[in-house]
Each structure stands twice: as C-alpha cells, then as structure tokens.
C-alpha cells in the first residue's frame, strides 16, 4: 500500500483520519493561504487544499500520496476565516446570527509524481438569532479561535443552529470523510 502524508497540523483533520485505521504521517504545508483578489469562497478552499497537497507531496519520494483539505465559510460569498482571537470570533457569530452560513470543504490528494483526485463538499449551517450575551458566553466557554466560523460544531456549539444540512457529518469539522474515503479507493488504498 502507498504512504499517506496529511498536509495539515490541524489536529481536528487528523483526528478525524485516524477514524479510518490507516496509518499515516504529518506535515505542515508551507502555503500561502491569502484569497487572490475576486477569489469566491468556494474558488479559495479548492485552490488551498490542492496548494497544500501538491506542496507536501513534492516533498516525498516514492509511492507517497499526501491529502490536503481546506475549508471555508461563506456568508453571501464573503469568506470567514479563523478568527484569531475573542473579538473576531463574536464579531463573526454576530454577522452569522440569523443567516445561513456555507461551508465549501475542499480535498485534494496528491501522488509525488503529480497525480491527484479532488473533491468537494458543502454543508449549509442555520444559524440561530443570537443577542450579543449569549455570543460572548459561547465564546468564552469554547474559545473557538481556530475553527473557521467561530464555532465548534462537535461541542458546545451545537447550540447556535436551528439546523445542518449536509451529506457528511464530518465536513464540518474539516475533513469529510465520505469523500475521503473515495479519493483513497482511488488511489489504491484498502478500506472496508
């Protein structure tokens, strides 16, 4: 079987790959993550995830297929990203209170010698009317600093949705496993 590199230090992804039992590596991509001037947010998570995967593949010799995600929020084609810090974070679930919110999760694996598979995966996040209070006693309670969107959807965020539309549960948190498990298939892996 290849070797399996995540092309990511998000410990969510790699959580999330280790459901699959298959053993793998970690490294960072050095990847510029800047949207391009115009990029849509779907355009930006595409471009991201097949960055980070073809810059760590490059970086491996042999049978080596490395797999990069990226996701990104979108508010009426206005990207979100991770918001840092506590401020950002409530500024952020307020201009979500009320709204849908989509999340383009995109996924690219890349052999070293310049083979890939890519896809794509969207959830559509309702999002209570939330006050001003209740934000700041979610953020504070979770500190979701690193999560784009300001939330945790596996934790205590649960609780600003009316609902999750999606096809794969695990996209939210940042790595769809559905459409992983398919990329793999196709590059030879052995899955159930």
């Known amino acids: 079987m290849p070797r399996l590199v995540l092309a990511s230090t998000s410990r ?13 590596e970690v490294a960072r991509p050095e990847t510029d993550e800047t949207a391009l001037p115009g990029e849509s947010p779907l355009a930006l998570s595409i471009r991201l995830a097949e960055a980070k995967a073809r810059a760590v593949a ?5 049978d080596v297929w490395a797999l990069g995600s ?7 084609g206005v990207a979100l990203g991770k918001p840092g810090g506590r ?25 070293a010698d310049g083979r890939s598979f890519a ?4 959830t559509e996040v309702h999002v209570r009317t939330l006050d001003d209070a209740g934000i700041e006693r979610y953020v504070d309670a979770e500190q979701p600093f690193d999560c784009a969107g300001s939330f945790k ?11 999750i539309d999606n ?8 790595l769809p496993l559905i459409a992983t498990c ?10 159930p």
């Open 119 to 122: 896809g794509i995966d969207l």
């Open 58 to 62: 490059a970086q491996q010799a042999g």
């Open 12 to 24: 969510y992804r790699r959580e999330l790959l280790e459901r699959l039992r298959l053993p793998f």
């Open 182 to 191: 398919g990329l793999l298939r196709q590059a030879g892996f052995a899955l």
């Open 167 to 174: 096809r794969d549960p695990t996209a939210l948190i940042g």
């Open 70 to 76: 990226d996701q990104v929020a979108d508010v009426d």
């Open 153 to 163: 959807s596996e934790g205590l965020g649960i609780v600003l949705f009316e609902r």
């Open 87 to 111: 401020e950002a974070a409530i500024a952020q679930l307020r201009a979500m209170s009320g709204r849908v919110v989509r999340f383009h999760t995109a996924l690219c694996l890349a052999h």
